[in-house]
């Protein structure tokens, strides 16, 4: 059974820094291409950061570009999102997604929730 | 990067069908094949639909139909059920390995 388990969410203060991480099972997770993808409170989906097979690319969403860096661990089966210079408008819930065959993601973890407040 | 546009709610009765729109431009929905659609109920993560415009992955029942024309691509639930009420989100590629959603749609039964 495919799993994605988000971890590493929590509350920080402005400007500072978190990393979230999201560990997988069930499947061959060097594979297959993995995406962050956050939601914010009552809000809806954005496309955040997405990383190939074996790391060496990565994509951004424009609003976290030089703020924010996916990497992965095929050995350790989990992709991360580590998130600097943190503001108010990054609150959000962080999923976690599985690029799949075809175009769309196929698996979907529950999410680590991420609060930017002072 | 704009968001693609859709609809803010949609309704219909059990049985009846409605279709959700996501509308973009020619440097999204309109230029690429590469459309997909999810499906999230109150309180849970989104579960893909619909992927490559109008394929509909294992399990996802034949309800779902997706469809594109130009810079709009469509999703439609046929035979409405009380279980398909949730949000929905349509996701288009936006260049090379970007991507953008629409900013979702609520369907009540």
């Known amino acids: 059974e495919v799993q994605l388990v988000e971890s590493g969410g929590g509350l920080v203060q402005p400007g500072g820094s978190l990393r979230v991480s999201c560990a997988a099972s069930?499947?061959?997770?060097?594979?297959?291409?993995m995406t962050w993808v956050r939601q914010a409170p009552g809000m809806g989906l954005e496309w955040v950061a997405n990383?190939?097979?074996?790391?060496?690319?990565?994509n951004y969403v424009d609003s976290v570009k030089g703020r924010f860096t996916i990497s992965r661990d095929n050995a350790r089966k989990s992709v991360y999102l580590q998130m600097n210079s943190l503001r108010g408008e990054d609150t959000a819930l962080y999923y976690c997604?599985?690029?799949?065959?075809?175009?769309?993601?196929?698996?979907w973890g529950q999410g680590s929730l991420v609060t930017v407040s002072s | 990067q704009s968001a693609l546009t859709q609809p803010r709610s949609v309704s219909g009765s059990p049985g009846q069908s409605v279709a959700i729109s996501c509308t973009g431009s020619?440097?999204?929905?309109?230029?690429?094949?590469?459309v997909s659609w999810y499906q999230q109920p109150p309180g849970e993560g989104p579960k893909l639909v619909i992927y490559?415009?109008?394929k509909r992955p294992s399990g996802v029942p034949d309800r779902f139909s997706g469809s594109k024309s130009g810079n709009t691509a469509s999703l439609t639930i046929s035979g409405l059920q009380a279980e398909d009420e949730a949000d929905y989100y349509c996701?288009?590629?936006?260049?090379?390995?970007?991507?953008?959603f629409g900013g979702g749609t609520k369907v009540t039964v």
């Open positions: 996701c288009s590629a936006a260049g090379d390995y970007v991507m953008v």
């Open positions: 990383i190939n097979k074996d790391g060496s690319q990565k």
């Open positions: 020619s440097s999204d929905v309109g230029g690429y094949d590469y």
């Open positions: 997604a599985r690029w799949g065959s075809g175009w769309g993601w196929d698996f």
């Open positions: 490559d415009v109008h």
């Open positions: 069930g499947f061959s997770f060097s594979d297959f291409w």
